[in-house]
């Protein structure tokens, strides 16, 4: 019976596997969040994931995502990436990282394909390779083996039996990787957070030789935004001067919302986001940052939409952003696929709110 446990309610659309509903987990976090984070726990063992950002007092510590783990000798990260041996972090660096990666023809299926260079020629001829979309090129899709987020949704969620491979590819090896015909790389995951020195090597790397050969390539992010502070800066010099398109999750408003469904907060990546929102300015040609949100049913909910909207317009309300539709996966295999008429709703609740521009994306889930 798709009950909430907590209320009793049948009437709202949730998961019997995360057992409360959009309204309790909102108004009464503190009564139902000890079950959740139990069953955020059980999913992290699945796969021999810690189940808490490690604090050891006389660790290691880790600089790159908000956990700043702390991590002793043999200890592992809560992404799974970072790691310490031999008394030093490693995992994520530039001699090697866990990814995989291939070529995707342009125009892509693409959070960002509605308005970037490679869908659609914007930006043409500083920052795209033809007017209209790319085709006949290609986009190097680089997928991180890791994550410092545990969506219980997650879309791609079997990159984590791949975490702890010791296979591992070079900055150098991935920068090869492009040829003549690659006109953007795109890093997403997992998430590339938890090995973001390995991607800004290849992407330097990449850039210089498609620059002595006289070509563009744009570099592009897919991300949650938990990174810490200090790596917006560099993050932003990548994709900046070649018209690449830096792209936040952003997967509730509400931190309770968030936490339910992502096991960890999302202060820092909404933080993150509105300081990446002040430079939006320096390139107007094409849109240097945006935004999308899964419409997990029941649960990111029109309130969900219409926080995040207006936290969105209130930053620029000339972001872009995309409302994706949600298919069964992970853990919440027990939801349905997002509904059309939700959808709909959902990009007229965010149009309300004040952003301008909002697109629908994963069209063909749509029930």
């Known amino acids: 019976m798709k009950q909430c446990r907590r209320c009793g309610s049948s009437e709202r659309i949730l998961s019997p596997r995360l057992g409360y509903c959009a309204a309790c987990i909102r108004g009464n976090f503190a009564e139902v969040w000890p079950a959740i984070e139990a069953y955020h726990h059980q999913s992290r063992r699945s796969f021999r994931l810690p189940v808490t950002p490690p604090r050891e007092p006389e660790g290691k510590r880790c600089t790159l995502c908000f956990h700043s783990c702390s991590m002793a000798e043999g200890g592992v990260g809560y992404c799974g990436a970072r790691r310490v041996e031999g008394g030093r972090l490693r995992g994520g660096g530039p001699s090697g990282a866990g990814l995989s990666y291939y070529e995707d023809p342009l125009p892509t299926n693409c959070v960002a394909d509605w308005f970037c260079p490679g869908g659609t020629g914007r930006g043409y001829p500083a920052y795209a390779c033809r007017e209209g979309p790319e085709r006949g090129f290609v986009n190097l899709a680089v997928f991180y083996h890791a994550c410092n987020f545990n969506c219980l949704f997650c879309q791609n969620w079997s990159f984590k039996e791949a975490t702890f491979r010791r296979g591992r590819v070079s900055a150098e090896k991935l920068a090869r990787a492009v040829t003549p015909l690659t006109a953007c790389i795109c890093y997403f995951g997992g998430d590339p957070t938890p090995q973001l020195p390995h991607a800004l090597a290849a992407a330097r790397l990449a850039r210089a030789r498609a620059r002595q050969a006289g070509r563009r390539l744009r570099i592009c992010w897919e991300t949650n935004g938990a990174m810490q502070e200090a790596w917006l800066k560099p993050l932003v010099e990548s994709s900046l001067a070649n018209g690449g398109v830096i792209k936040f999750d952003l997967k509730a408003f509400s931190e309770e919302m968030h936490l339910a469904l992502c096991g960890v907060s999302n202060q820092q990546t909404l933080k993150n986001f509105a300081r990446l929102a002040e430079r939006v300015g320096e390139r107007p040609e094409v849109p240097l940052l945006t935004a999308s949100t899964l419409m ?43 509904s059309r008429d939700f959808a709909l709703q959902a990009r007229q609740t965010a149009l309300d709110a004040g952003v301008r521009h909002v697109n629908v994306g994963n069209v063909h889930l749509l029930r």
Not at 300 to 316: F, K, M
């Open 296 to 338: 997990v049913p029941g649960y990111v909910d029109l309130e969900e939409i219409h926080g995040l909207a207006r936290y969105l317009a209130r930053l620029n309300p000339e972001i872009p952003y995309s409302l994706l539709a949600f298919y069964p996966q992970f853990c919440l295999p027990d939801l349905p696929v997002t």
